[in-house]
């Protein structure tokens, strides 16, 4: 857990590196909707998704030790459902996120656009956080919160709505500069070759991006 000591309080650095991350993403979507001449239906909705994974990410403590939290109740404000608690929250959100695009009968291509947007600017900001927390790693976070900036400022700067062939190709150009940047990880663990772990998901995960993007080509009138 990160913290910041002012004076005798001593703040959780975790969660405020969550809100910068919901602020960051928020400020992203609202900027390029206001640019699109969109309404701020999708920036709204963040605001609820974000909370909602905030409060099912700490509220699954309670899931998954219910002795120890009902014994402490205040230990559900200093802890949280961990790994498993993340992804449980994020089901939550992709959930959420369903539903509105069901019921309000989004275009799929915006939701994806929006959320990716999103996504990025928080994790600039996200990865600036760690990078001053975690010293020893700084470099490897500067140059993620780089990357996920000039994927944000791609979408700033091209005029008028992207299609999926333009969403597939910043995927591509994403996986290609997170297996670049592993190698800037010195406490790397190899698993084939010189590629670690996350390495290998992002080389595999750009395989099928292309194909999918050589897909789309070829059918494009």
């Given at each position: 857990m990160y913290t910041i000591q002012v004076g005798s309080f001593v703040l959780n650095g975790q969660i405020l590196l969550l809100f910068a991350f919901g602020a960051a993403g928020w400020t992203a979507l609202w900027s390029y909707e206001r640019r699109m001449k969109w309404d701020h239906e999708l920036a709204d909705v963040s605001i609820q998704a974000f909370l909602i994974w905030l409060l099912v990410w700490k509220g699954s403590l309670l899931l998954w030790e219910p002795t120890s939290v009902?014994?402490?109740?205040?230990?559900?404000?200093?802890?949280?459902?961990?790994?498993?608690?993340?992804?449980?929250?994020?089901?939550?959100?992709?959930?959420?996120?369903?539903?509105?695009?069901?019921?309000?009968?989004?275009?799929?291509l915006k939701v994806a656009e929006a959320a990716t947007?999103?996504?990025?600017?928080?994790?600039?900001?996200?990865?600036?956080?760690?990078?001053?927390?975690?010293?020893?790693?700084?470099?490897?976070?500067?140059?993620?919160s780089a990357l996920s900036l000039l994927i944000v400022l791609s979408f700033q700067f091209t005029k008028g709505q992207i299609l999926w062939t333009g969403l597939v190709e910043r995927g591509l150009w994403l996986c290609i500069g997170f297996i670049a940047i592993g190698f800037l990880n010195s406490n790397r663990v190899t698993v084939f070759l010189s590629f670690n772990f996350f390495q290998i998901v992002g080389i595999a995960a750009a395989g099928g991006l292309y194909f999918i993007l050589s897909v789309m080509k070829r059918r494009a009138p």
């Open positions: 009902i014994r402490q109740p205040l230990s559900i404000v200093y802890f949280d459902g961990g790994v498993k608690g993340r992804w449980a929250a994020t089901f939550a959100v992709i959930g959420y996120l369903l539903y509105h695009l069901i019921k309000r009968k989004m275009s799929f947007i999103y996504l990025m600017a928080g994790l600039t900001v996200y990865d600036l956080g760690l990078a001053w927390f975690i010293p020893e790693q700084k470099l490897t976070f500067l140059a993620t």
